[in-house]
């Protein structure tokens, strides 16, 4: 006669525990719809990319909760579990880009597996977005598609290579076909805080097929320096070192910002940008600071018409000369 096995306690815990890990495995997920849409560009980054990650979002929760030490997220991985926090402050203080590379880095740490990675490039640029506070510290160097696609890269693999568009460019390694522009300040305006003096012009430039340097000189200390072209700010504060690229759209979301690493200036101090085909250099004291492709995040709330130019900069009378030479390589 066969005798039916009859479930002894031992094998109902089992099966519990087999229910308990296929429910907690299985497709359901607890992501915030704002949220969700960066899950869905981290599966389809890693696909582009020759990666399957499509069962990331099994077993993960992401949550906002309030973060210590000004943290923007964390993340804690258990058997079967991915846990992701986001302050809620800080994520409504970022940009859409910003958003995306704190996902990222978390994802990075609980699908990954990857761990901080706190290596600088040459210029001083953050090498990896899993920089020990990176979803706050490197996402400013997120400005342009290249960066955006070295990082996505780097993610993926992290013995990914420099690219190639990363080459310092000496200036004196150029050779100037013609002088677009000479000119010295001589006007005067006031905005609704401070007086400025600055030079306003609109520069006979074909930016999609020019290659051109953009040199400002300035002879004394000031309290700002700054200059702008086609939509981007480049600005330097002398009181805290502080240099930026940006490009400040009318909604927090559109601005984007490139911040280097403090800079002690002197005089006479000279602000360079070198077009130099489908990239951006930029320069102080003729040191290469930053370099991105022309084609950045921007919109169409761009601050003043296209070759554009002004410059502003606080003090009591200083002096700034502008030049422009159309350039080639030797």
């Not at 130019?309 to 000369?321: D, R």
Request: net charge negative; hydrophobic share 40%; aromatic share 12%.
């Amino acid at each position: 006669m066969k005798i039916k096995n009859i479930p002894t306690e031992s094998s109902f815990l089992i099966v519990l525990g087999l229910a308990g890990m296929f429910a907690l495995t299985g497709c359901g997920t607890n992501v915030p719809d704002d949220v969700s849409g960066y899950v869905d560009s981290f599966i389809h980054e890693a696909e582009l990319r020759g990666h399957d990650f499509s069962d990331a979002r099994r077993g993960l929760t992401i949550e906002f909760t309030d973060l210590p030490d000004n943290k923007g997220g964390s993340s804690k991985s258990s058997f079967f579990t991915n846990l992701i926090k986001l302050d809620p402050f800080i994520w409504k203080q970022m940009n859409d880009r910003q958003r995306e590379m704190l996902v990222f880095h978390e994802l990075g740490h609980c699908v990954l597996g990857r761990q901080h990675k706190n290596d600088r490039l040459l210029l001083g640029e953050c090498a990896s977005i899993m920089k020990e506070g990176g979803e706050g510290a490197c996402v400013g160097d997120i400005f342009s598609e290249s960066w955006r696609s070295y990082y996505i890269d780097e993610l993926f693999d992290a013995a990914v290579q420099v690219p190639d568009w990363y080459r310092v460019q000496n200036l004196a390694d150029l050779k100037v076909i013609d002088t677009v522009a000479r000119m010295e300040d001589s006007l005067m305006y006031a905005s609704s805080q401070a007086k400025y003096y600055g030079i306003n012009a609109a520069l006979p430039l074909n930016n999609a097929v020019d290659d051109y340097l953009l040199t400002l000189e300035y002879d004394s200390v000031n309290a700002r320096y700054g200059f702008g072209l086609n939509g981007l700010t480049i600005s330097l504060i002398p009181e805290t070192g502080e240099f930026s690229v940006s490009h400040v759209g009318q909604l927090d979301w559109m601005t984007y910002s490139f911040c280097a690493e403090k800079i002690l200036p002197e005089i006479p101090l000279r602000f360079s940008m070198l077009k130099l085909g489908a990239f951006y250099h930029f320069y102080v004291n003729e040191e290469e600071k930053h370099m991105m492709n022309t084609h950045y995040f921007q919109t169409d709330t761009m601050k003043q018409p296209e070759n554009m130019y002004f410059a502003t900069y606080g003090g009591s009378s200083p002096t700034a000369k502008l030049s422009v030479m159309q350039i080639g390589k030797r």
